[in-house]
Nanobody, 116 residues
Framework: QVQLVYSGGGLVQAGGSLRLSCAAS????????MGWYRQAPGKEREYVAT???????DYADSVKGRFTISRNNAKTTMYLQMNSLKVEDTAVYYC??????????WGQGTQVTVSS
C-alpha cells in the first residue's frame, strides 16, 4: 500500500497563491499517471489535474490557466502550484492515481481555504 503525505495547505486571500505537495515512497510518480483531486464541503470529490509518468499534464476547466501540476526531479514528490485563487477553490486537496478505478488510501489530504 502506498502512503501519500501532504503539505502546503492553508488560509489565503482571494487572488493569492499556495503550493501543495504530495510525497510518496517508491517511484510511483515515474510509473503511474497521478493527479490532484479536491473535495469541498458537502460536495463530491472532483478531479483537478493530471501528471503522466512521461510528464504530460491536463487540467479541469475550472483551474486551467491558474494551477500548475509538476514533480521534482527525483520523482518522489508531486506539486500543485495554485495562483489567482478563488473562494470556490476552498476544499480539501488530495493526490492519487488518475484514469484507473483502483485508488490508494487517500489519506487526510491538505486543507485549502480561500477567503474573500
Amino acid at each position: 500500500q502506498v502512503q501519500l503525505v501532504y503539505s502546503g495547505g492553508g488560509l489565503v486571500q482571494a487572488g493569492g497563491s499556495l503550493r501543495l505537495s504530495c510525497a510518496a515512497s517508491g517511484s510511483i510518480f515515474s510509473v503511474y499517471t497521478m493527479g490532484w483531486y479536491r473535495q469541498a464541503p458537502g460536495k463530491e470529490r472532483e478531479y483537478v489535474a493530471t501528471l503522466t509518468s512521461s510528464g504530460s499534464t491536463d487540467y479541469a476547466d475550472s483551474v486551467k490557466g491558474r494551477f500548475t501540476i509538476s514533480r521534482n526531479n527525483a520523482k518522489t514528490t508531486m506539486y500543485l502550484q495554485m495562483n489567482s485563487l478563488k473562494v470556490e477553490d476552498t476544499a480539501v486537496y488530495y493526490c492519487n492515481r488518475v484514469g484507473i478505478s483502483y485508488k490508494w488510501d487517500w489519506g487526510q489530504g491538505t486543507q485549502v481555504t480561500v477567503s474573500s
